[in-house]
């Protein structure tokens, strides 16, 4: 909902308290006088720890409601609904004997704008300001829509106490973690989606690596093998491989290649390993492949480091006959450009899917030559089944949830519709628990979890697992 007005006044308040308006936290604010005169006011924050001479307005709001409160029980409620401690509200109601309660509803600014004011300090929070000009309100967006508006606005007047404080409480400690994490900020998001403090769910962000990941089978293909070599590093590089040496000729710099003397990629973190790059559209990967990664990887890393890594040769073309006896012999993997771009745009998607260290007992056993692919793919299949056992199982938390009508799922109801649901895989009991307790820790927050005794937890929908 947009809205637009012409205001000459503000009210000051703490600038946590501007915060949590703006961002859907809250609805109310705490005011020095009864107010039903001012109906449109810009929202001006004020840090308690210093003098303000300017103020930078990013929000107005209108007056729904005025209310007094001068029971300590009431005050104890309101704070469970709102950021203020109850000590703090019992303070307020001890100095001033009443508590003036203003219920708002929110408009956000398109851009923040700065005003020179006359200096305020926290003696000013409560108050009414004249501002030095009039701020008009043109495009601003109502920070809640109508429909979670009413129905925040009846649970203030009505003191109800919230449904989840746990989750409140899980926001709270994310909003002030600092941390620009895509993944953290999403769950902010759908949190406050789930607790009725924003609207609408984000669009998955893009991941801008995804330019660079969708060309490695185009270039593995072609003749540029400097180019090629350059993205199986930051191919690496995205899936969590790591090179903690300072060493040219065994790098993992995308920016550098490694030339006639050095390893074409070389990692040490989680475990070594050692690559070699062919560029071929329409050429078999001779016998010198293979050689050429064996004698560069004793000469750079020395014999005993090399035995001791996973090798890979990253090519297109079909092995000669003789390169693929001395990859078989040598233990070298073979991958093509497609099953690399496969493995590094499914970290991409989901970033916590690829385990390096699950990865690792597929690249360190038979078969190798030609037929490792075979493996690999293994790996990324197990992958995929797992990602869509745990989309089936959130859809299946949620329609069970909308279907019966209950805040949750008690996990026995959930073993017996997932036996019926025509799973991705078939799962028992404890497998299911255990995937639906990690995807209600703090760390996803897919679902939520009800701990019950014996294992007889109870889980509730939050978020989508967002299939792009």
């Not at 915060?19 to 936290?25: H, K, S, V, Y």
């Not at 100095?95 to 408009?107: A, D, Q, S, T």
């Not at 501002?131 to 925040?152: A, E, I």
Request: with cysteine; aromatic share 8%.
């Amino acid at each position: 909902m947009t809205n637009s007005a012409s205001i000459s006044t503000a009210l000051c308040l703490a600038a946590s308290d501007v915060e949590a308006l703006i961002q859907g936290r809250m609805i109310a604010a705490l005011s020095r006088t009864f107010v039903n005169s001012v109906q449109s006011f810009a929202l001006c924050p004020i840090d308690s720890a210093k003098v303000n001479d300017t103020i930078e307005i990013q929000a107005w709001a209108k007056l729904e409601f005025c209310k007094i409160y001068s029971d300590s029980t009431e005050l104890e409620k309101l704070s469970k609904i709102t950021i203020w401690a109850n000590d703090s509200l019992q303070q307020v109601l001890k100095e001033r004997y009443k508590v003036f309660l203003i219920c708002l509803r929110v408009y956000q600014l398109p851009t923040s704008i700065e005003l020179p004011v006359n200096r305020l300090d926290s003696n000013k929070i409560g108050s009414f300001i004249k501002l030095p000009s009039y701020l008009t309100t043109n495009n601003s967006k109502s920070v809640l829509s109508d429909v979670v508006f009413q129905k925040r606005q009846q649970q203030l007047a009505s003191l109800e106490l919230p449904l989840h404080p746990d989750l409140e409480e899980l926001y709270r400690l994310i909003v002030q973690s600092p941390t620009n994490d895509p993944a953290t900020k999403l769950l902010e998001h759908d949190l406050s989606v789930f607790l009725g403090w924003a609207n609408e769910l984000p669009k998955m962000q893009f991941d801008p690596d995804l330019s660079w990941i969708r060309k490695i089978s185009d270039v593995g293909n072609s003749s540029d093998g400097h180019e090629f070599e350059k993205l199986v590093r930051k191919g690496l590089l995205k899936l969590g491989f790591r090179n903690t040496l300072n060493d040219p000729k065994a790098s993992l710099n995308p920016e550098a290649t490694g030339g006639s003397a050095g390893l074409d990629a070389y990692c040490n973190l989680p475990y070594p390993l050692v690559a070699e790059c062919k560029a071929s559209k329409y050429e078999n990967v001779p016998n010198s492949v293979s050689a050429q990664l064996i004698h560069l990887g004793n000469t750079n890393i020395g014999k005993l480091r090399f035995e001791e890594s996973v090798k890979v040769i990253f090519a297109a073309g079909k092995l000669t006959d003789a390169a693929q006896k001395a990859a078989i012999e040598n233990e070298m993997n073979i991958m093509r450009p497609e099953t690399l771009q496969r493995l590094v745009e499914l970290k991409s998607r989901y970033p916590g899917a690829i385990n390096l260290l699950e990865l690792e007992p597929y690249l360190r056993t038979s078969p190798f030559g030609e037929e490792s692919e075979e493996k690999i793919h293994q790996y990324i299949n197990s992958i995929e089944q797992n990602i869509n056992v745990r989309i089936h199982i959130i859809n299946l938390v949620k329609a069970h949830v909308e279907r019966t009508r209950e805040k949750d799922a008690e996990i026995g109801e959930l073993v017996t519709a997932y036996l019926y649901s025509n799973p991705p895989k078939p799962l028992e009991r404890r497998e299911l628990l255990n995937i639906l307790i990690e995807l209600s820790s703090p760390l996803l927050g897919y679902l939520g979890r009800r701990e019950g005794k014996n294992d007889n937890d109870r889980f509730y929908f939050l978020r989508d697992l967002i299939i792009d």
